[in-house]
């Protein structure tokens, strides 16, 4: 049982492009949620938090469902710099439980 | 700025070695974490700790001990290396309450012959 699901791509789109990613999460207890971004060879890095009514930073919007149990990120006008993949990140309690990610590709 | 350090990017050890891997925050965290990420399988869970000398299992702790004797150092020992504990390895840091950022370290890259 994987309790937080996303698909891991990849995903190859071109520059200035509009992309989204989804995941669901099993544990309907869980109180917060996030996005992380991880360069390769890097270390993960938050993104944006997410919140019941929806947020936007910039480029990027996040949506949260909590009936579905279901988490999107939506990246609008892709910048080759945005290619990295993206975790999917759900609190239930002390620990962090991270999706497997979502790879993308920005290409020129 | 929030630091988590590890003390090394990459080690090689042999089959049956003891291995210790030591991080360290600055930012007075109540939480902290070790991960082994490997292609694939994503972030996993070994082990976290919630306070001084506390520590909880995670998803993977077989093979793993942690010491946290200190408030801002937390340590991941491999009691007798193996091969499939060949992995990155990532502490990371939380504060205890509230909508907030895990920082991560900069990971350790293991491999063991």
């Known amino acids: 049982r994987k309790e937080v699901e996303q698909d891991p791509g990849p995903f190859n789109v071109p520059e200035g492009a509009t992309v989204a990613f989804n995941c669901t999460y099993s544990?309907?207890?869980?109180?917060?949620f996030f996005w992380y971004r991880q360069d390769c060879r890097k270390e993960p890095k938050l993104l944006m938090s997410?919140?019941?009514s929806g947020n936007e930073d910039g480029r990027f919007t996040a949506q949260l469902n909590r009936a579905s149990q279901y988490i999107s990120l939506l990246i609008r006008d892709s910048k080759l710099s945005d290619s990295a993949t993206y975790l999917c990140?759900?609190?239930?309690?002390?620990?962090?439980?991270f999706g497997k990610g979502t790879s993308l590709l920005v290409t020129p | 700025d929030v630091k988590v350090t590890q003390s090394s990017r990459y080690l090689v050890k042999r089959t049956g070695e003891k291995v210790f891997l030591e991080c360290v925050q600055d930012?007075?965290?109540?939480?902290m974490f070790w991960y082994r990420q490997d292609p694939g399988l994503g972030l996993r869970l070994i082990y976290f700790?919630?306070?001084?000398?506390?520590?909880e299992k995670g998803d993977i702790p077989e093979g793993y001990s942690v010491s946290r004797e200190k408030k801002e150092r937390f340590s991941l020992i491999l009691e007798s290396a193996s091969t499939n504990q060949t992995s990155m390895y990532l502490c990371?840091?939380?504060?205890?309450?509230?909508?907030?950022?895990?920082?991560f370290g900069p990971g350790t890259r293991l491999t063991v012959t």
């Open positions: 990140v759900v609190n239930p309690g002390y620990a962090l439980n």
């Open positions: 544990n309907s207890a869980s109180q917060s």
């Open positions: 930012m007075d965290h109540e939480n």
């Open positions: 700790s919630y306070d001084v000398k506390m520590k």
């Open positions: 997410v919140y019941s």
């Open positions: 990371a840091s939380r504060p205890r309450q509230g909508l907030v950022e895990q920082y």
